[in-house]
């Protein structure tokens, strides 16, 4: 997982390099060690992701060690893009050890009030078909991932590996 985020970060990076001649941006805010440049005249600044050394995951037992692997190896601002026509977004600002940890408390929460059962992580947001009212889940028990669609409350589409989204995503702007 690790290195299919690396690629994923490289890619991001030479998409921004590409099209604006800068690092990836976002709008800046206070108090993250991610940005590498100043507030600019649009209210953003360049970031790059930063590799954790050492973060304690709290709820490990709720967890699959690919899950793990996923939120305790880089610091970012953003992780979206599109795999199989799928625009998914799993931007969440895991800039801090706290912040990761209190987005998993969340995410299991989250899980619990969709299917009243802790088997299932909300990891992020999709959009298919000009529908963005997706949430993408993590299926603990099997390790796959799938997309709930909030509005007629099901699950739609087919099932993937994390892993497999990761190494594929083809970042956007």
């Not at 800068?22 to 060690?33: A, G």
């Not at 649009?42 to 995951?57: T, V």
């Not at 709820?59 to 793990?68: A, D, G, R, S, Y």
């Not at 739609?156 to 702007?173: A, R, T």
């Given at each position: 997982?690790?290195?299919?985020l690396?690629?994923y970060?490289?890619?991001l990076?030479?998409l921004?390099?590409?099209e604006?001649?800068?690092?990836?941006?976002?709008?800046?805010?206070?108090?993250?060690?991610l940005?590498?440049?100043?507030?600019?005249e649009?209210?953003?600044?360049?970031?790059?992701?930063?590799?954790?050394?050492?973060?304690?995951?709290k709820?490990?037992?709720?967890?699959?060690?690919?899950?793990?692997e996923?939120?305790s190896?880089y610091?970012?601002?953003v992780l979206?893009?599109?795999?199989?026509?799928?625009?998914f977004?799993?931007?969440?600002?895991?800039?801090?050890?706290?912040?990761i940890?209190?987005?998993?408390?969340?995410?299991?929460?989250?899980?619990?009030?969709?299917?009243?059962?802790?088997?299932?992580?909300?990891?992020?947001?999709?959009?298919?078909?000009?529908?963005d009212?997706?949430?993408?889940?993590?299926?603990?028990?099997?390790?796959?991932v799938?997309l709930?669609?909030?509005?007629?409350?099901?699950k739609?589409?087919?099932?993937?590996?994390?892993?497999?989204?990761?190494?594929?995503?083809?970042?956007?702007?």
């Open positions: 997982m690790k290195d299919y690396k690629q970060f490289e890619k990076k030479q921004y390099l590409k604006f001649g800068t690092n990836p941006t976002v709008p800046y805010f206070d108090n993250c060690s940005f590498i440049s100043s507030e600019d649009d209210g953003e600044a360049e970031w790059l992701p930063l590799e954790i050394e050492n973060i304690e995951i709820n490990k037992e709720k967890l699959t060690e690919e899950l793990i996923f939120y190896s610091y970012y601002l979206r893009g599109t795999y199989k026509n799928i625009h977004d799993f931007s969440i600002n895991m800039y801090s050890n706290e912040r940890n209190n987005f998993i408390d969340n995410a299991i929460k989250d899980g619990e009030y969709y299917f009243k059962s802790d088997n299932y992580i909300l990891i992020g947001t999709a959009c298919m078909d000009g529908n009212d997706i949430l993408v889940f993590y299926d603990v028990k099997d390790n796959k799938f709930y669609d909030q509005d007629f409350e099901e739609i589409g087919d099932v993937f590996e994390l892993k497999d989204i990761i190494k594929n995503l083809s970042p956007d702007i």
